[in-house]
T-cell receptor
Framework: QKEVEQDPGPLSVPEGAIVSLNCTYS??????FMWYRQYSRKGPELLMY????GNKEDGRFTAQVDKSSKYISLFIRDSQPSDSATYLC?????????????FGKGTKLSVKP | DGGITQSPKYLFRKEGQNVTLSCEQN?????MYWYRQDPGQGLRLIYY???????QKGDIAEGYSVSREKKESFPLTVTSAQKNPTAFYLC?????????FGSGTRLTVV
């Protein structure tokens, strides 16, 4: 079983839809959970992060962590064409400064106008 | 503006040549990383460095070398021993948690 599993998509939705992106993981020691957004031919940028369980909201984006199920989600409300990108989840037991930030393979999202 | 600068953006290499990818950061971050990104394979760690003059191999270090002589700089050399070097290379840095990435270098073997 891989440490982090993420559906690669592609996921295509109409503008204005609610998008749900998900990752599952196997290591119960993970405490730091992040979502990165990567536009084509660019480097990933940190979008959201959470520590331990719970929800975090930032504008149209909500990150959820369910440690009991080893499942994290990113919700995008009122999706826009500018949200079209690949979304990578990432997680670690200590923040990742020792080269141990584990990434999912990314889900490619396309929001159609 | 603080950030990570990778250069060049595109690089072409002939078979048998060594090439060096540049990565410079002005974020005063201690740790720096090199990743390789291939379609369908996600991000794979090549090397990382937590302090100057020290670095560790990642999951796919064979055929690559690095140096960390200055805090701001972490160049990656792709040697002729790397059999399949065509890929998108990403440099990152971090302070406490989460990484800041550069814009990447796309290397193509011709």
């Amino acid at each position: 079983q891989k440490e982090v599993e993420q559906d690669p998509g592609p996921l295509s939705v109409p503008e204005g839809a609610i998008v749900s992106l998900n990752c599952t993981y196997s290591n119960s020691a993970f405490q730091y959970f992040m979502w990165y957004r990567q536009y084509s031919r660019k480097g990933p940028e940190l979008l959201m992060y959470t520590y331990s369980s719970g929800n975090k909201e930032d504008g149209r984006f909500t990150a959820q962590v369910d440690k009991s199920s080893k499942y994290i989600s990113l919700f995008i409300r009122d999706s826009q064409p500018s949200d079209s990108a690949t979304y990578l989840c990432a997680m670690s037991d200590n923040g990742g400064s020792q080269g141990n930030l584990i990434f999912g393979k990314g889900t490619k999202l396309s929001v159609k106008p | 503006d603080g950030g990570i600068t990778q250069s060049p953006k595109y690089l072409f290499r002939k078979e048998g040549q060594n090439v060096t990818l540049s990565c410079e950061q002005n974020l005063n971050h201690d740790a720096m990383y090199w990743y390789r990104q291939d379609p369908g394979q996600g991000l794979r760690l090549i090397y990382y460095s937590q302090i100057v003059n020290d670095f560790q191999k990642g999951d796919i270090a064979e055929g690559y070398s690095v140096s960390r002589e200055k805090k701001e700089s972490f160049p990656l050399t792709v040697t002729s021993a790397q059999k399949n070097p065509t890929a998108f290379y990403l440099c990152a840095s971090s302070h406490s948690f989460g990484y800041t990435f550069g814009s990447g270098t796309r290397l193509t073997v011709v």
